[in-house]
């Protein structure tokens, strides 16, 4: 628990204040990802090892932070993403509908492209000293490159996340990453 506390310490002058005033959203997220990760190992089935395509994959996705990642192909080349995204400016889960489109001659690899949304709990200081705290929503877009490996769980991903948010002090802004996943 003390991780997870440091993890959710936004780091600015009046940090202990933050933490004590999310520790029960903490304990929320803790328990939801504990949860989901039981339910998804407890259902795996690695029926993806040997081929150059996957059902769902869970990771971690990297840029200017961390996050979680969730991919599952609902059907055909249709899948959903779920990212929670931890960064020193707070938390942020985001949803994704992707489309996905094979490459003719590149077996494993796709480009996919697709609308979401996202919710955002900050609190930081910008570039102009405003103090950015509280709960923020926006729409988003995605564009990328996902590739499977043929004869190992092991997915990659690197995309580009435009999204506008809705509030002061927001607006335009962009994210992504690299994606890093075992798929089942």
């Not at 989901?36 to 200017?64: E, M, P, R």
């Not at 942020?92 to 796709?110: C, P, S």
């Not at 950015?132 to 490996?149: A, E, M």
Request: hydrophobic content about 40%; proline content about 2%; overall charge negative.
């Amino acid at each position: 628990m003390i991780f997870i506390r440091l993890f959710f310490t936004f780091w600015h002058e009046n940090g202990v204040e933050t933490v004590i005033k999310n520790q029960f959203f903490m304990r929320k997220v803790f328990l939801l990802s504990v949860t989901l990760c039981l339910f998804i190992l407890s259902n795996a089935q690695s029926k993806s090892t040997h081929s150059s395509s996957y059902q769902s994959a869970l990771g971690v996705k990297f840029w200017d932070g961390a996050g979680i990642s969730f991919k599952h192909f609902f059907q055909g080349n249709n899948a959903g993403e779920f990212i929670g995204f931890f960064w020193n400016r707070g938390f942020r889960l985001t949803g994704l509908y992707e489309i996905h489109g094979d490459f003719a001659d590149a077996q494993g690899l796709k480009w996919y492209v697709g609308p979401g949304a996202h919710v955002g709990f900050y609190d930081y200081y910008d570039n102009h000293n405003n103090h950015i705290d509280g709960t923020y929503i926006g729409i988003d877009g995605v564009l990328g490159l996902d590739y499977k490996f043929k004869g190992a769980p092991i997915n990659i991903s690197i995309d580009w996340q435009p999204s506008f948010e809705f509030g002061d002090y927001v607006g335009f802004s962009h994210y992504g990453g690299l994606g890093i996943r075992y798929t089942f």
